[in-house]
């Protein structure tokens, strides 16, 4: 795999590891853009990693541009001998597949979508082979899958499936982008789901929302106290589907502020998933839900 | 001494020189859009050159004042008015207490700032006061300002003399047609050479939806894609990429007809793949486009776009020179 390296004007650098979406892709970009931030280059000012490209940004009044890419070059050669190792987390998103708001909101852009006569999910689920929207749910939420991006807009996760590529769902984004989107819905686009962090456009399928919030300007939210944003690219999620019931209950202690989501430290190394993927991901699920 | 707020102009918000660090966190550096007009207001009135100042867009706000002060409008050509009576912008302007700044009509550019002796004193989110509305940071609870607020000023400034002005020659506005320089890259490779000279030899208009997230363009020749398979991930429109990273200034070309250009509230990412990017010495022109104005994209190299990032380095230079 031999990146793409590109200028996007005098203050940015974009490297494009692979054209197509895979792990072995987005754990070479993060890889580089760990080696970029341990060397500590002076000029560079942010470091933006992506799902299968990363792109830095910095000052050409303290590092010329060609020195900085022929920098950038040398690191990948480090990345690509290091370990596709990562000391991450698991969390559990409670997700109301179906739930009203999306609905109402889904129905309201009918004429912006591919099947005007189905909702996203029920389309999601045809076009994926699914004989029913339960069964899609299924698929959608029995395996984990991987924070490969944040960002867009203010701390939305791009998440991509933990599954081999036959298994992978695939859905087109809306035909031209919706005007609204609820906030915290649980959505997909191409071959990534995402959460949307907060009220906007969109283009995404809308499948559910989650109760849970994911960024908090003001900081009051109990998991969101020392820093504004939940997610971060390498984190691991398991969506819990949840009943109308559920997600009443856990909005009460949202808005008391007791929501506590469920979080554990585990270790994910590619190549034992690439050996064995559904062995890999059951191990991480029982980390999970020990305890 | 807050400045009180009696009607708030189009989408006036509160802006400094943003918060640089968290754009991998989807939020933008923000700030004004115009850097130069900002640090030029500043200086002005003795501020600090990243103090925070009102950006007004197209149309000014009418604002009390509570104490005596300085002023200073630069920017956008939009005529200021204390208690009705015409004064000059980029000039250091004097307040009384309890007179009125308003505004008469746009006669060019987009956006104004204006400056406050002390600066304005907002509480800041992540290092900066800048006005983010999509995440809800900055500004007076993250939003535009609105009537009835009291936006709060800091006490720190130097003297500046009443009347001093920044020379016209230092005041930096794109001509007609504006000329945006763009050094190709990122995806240029998906569009053909004919397509690619179409673009740059096209002329085209700033259209409706130009705000400080993005500008976008209508006018030009449709782009023609080269061939490809779609790569898994990306979607099935040729003008799809697996979702990646935007810079600042890149452009943008959703199905190829209408470019867009992101700016300082830029969206982070996307999926959607990009020709080039405007390059940083003329980003601050953008922000002074107004709807319908006629814009051409011209092609430079690495070297040049360096050179124009030194021609303005040189003018902030010469303006920070007239306060010396």
Known sequence: MSSRYTFGGDEHIFVEVSEEMSLEAFFKALSMTNAVRDADIKGVTEICPANASFQIKFDPDVIHPDDLMNELKRMEEIADKAEAVLNTRIIEIPVYYQDPWTHETLMRFRERHQDPN??????????????????????????????????????????????????QIQVPKYLRPRTDTPKLTVGYGGCFSCIYSVRGA?????????????????????????????????????????????????????????FAPRIREVVFSLDEFNRDIDGTNAKLLEVLNAD | MPINVKSAGLATTIQDLGRPGYYHLGIPVGGAMDRLALRAANMLVGNDEGAACLEAVFMGPELEFTEDTQIAVTGAELPPKIDGEARETWTTLSVRKGQVLSFDYLRAGARAYIAVAGGIDTAANLGSR???????????????????????????????????????????????????????????????????????????????????????????????????????????????????????????????????????????????????????????????????????????????????????????????????
């Open chain 1, 202 to 258: 969109g283009g995404y399928q809308m499948f559910g929302i989650t109760p849970m919030p994911i960024y908090d300007p003001e900081q009051k939210v109990n998991y969101l106290k020392d820093f504004l944003v939940f997610f971060k690219p390498g984190d691991i999620v398991k969506w819990k589907p949840i009943t109308r019931e559920e997600y009443d209950k856990n909005l009460s202690e949202v808005e008391a502020n007791t």
């Open chain 2, 130 to 324: 800048s006005t983010y509305a999509i995440g809800a940071l900055g500004g007076i609870d993250g939003r535009a300002i609105q009537p009835g607020d009291a936006i709060p000023v800091g006490r720190d400034f130097r003297n500046v003399a009443e009347g001093t002005s920044v020379p016209r020659n230092l005041r930096r506005m794109p001509g007609n047609p504006a000329e945006l320089r763009v050094l190709p890259g990122l995806y240029v490779h998906r569009v053909t050479e004919e397509s690619l000279d179409r673009f740059f030899s096209d002329s085209w208009k700033v259209a409706s939806e130009a705000d400080r997230m993005g500008y976008r363009f209508q006018g030009g020749s449709p782009i023609e894609f080269v061939d490809r398979e779609p790569p898994f991930g990306a979607g099935s429109d040729p003008s799809n990429i697996t979702d990646a990273c935007y810079p600042y200034g890149s452009i943008q070309i959703p199905s190829g007809t209408e470019p867009i250009i992101l700016h300082r509230d830029a969206v982070s990412g996307g999926g959607y793949f990009m020709v080039g990017t405007v390059i940083s010495a003329d980003m601050d022109l953008i922000g002074q486009l107004q709807p319908h104005t006629e814009t051409r994209f011209v092609r430079v190299n690495m070297h040049t776009a360096l050179s124009a990032r030194r021609v303005r380095a040189a003018t902030l230079d010469s303006i920070r020179q007239t306060f010396a």
């Open chain 1, 118 to 167: 189905a909702t996203d999910i029920e389309y999601a689920a045809r076009i994926n082979g699914y004989d029913s929207v339960d069964d899609f749910v299924t698929a959608h939420s029995a395996s984990p899958w991987f924070v490969s991006m944040v960002g867009f807009v203010s701390g939305l996760p791009f998440l991509y499936q933990m599954v081999d590529r036959d298994r």
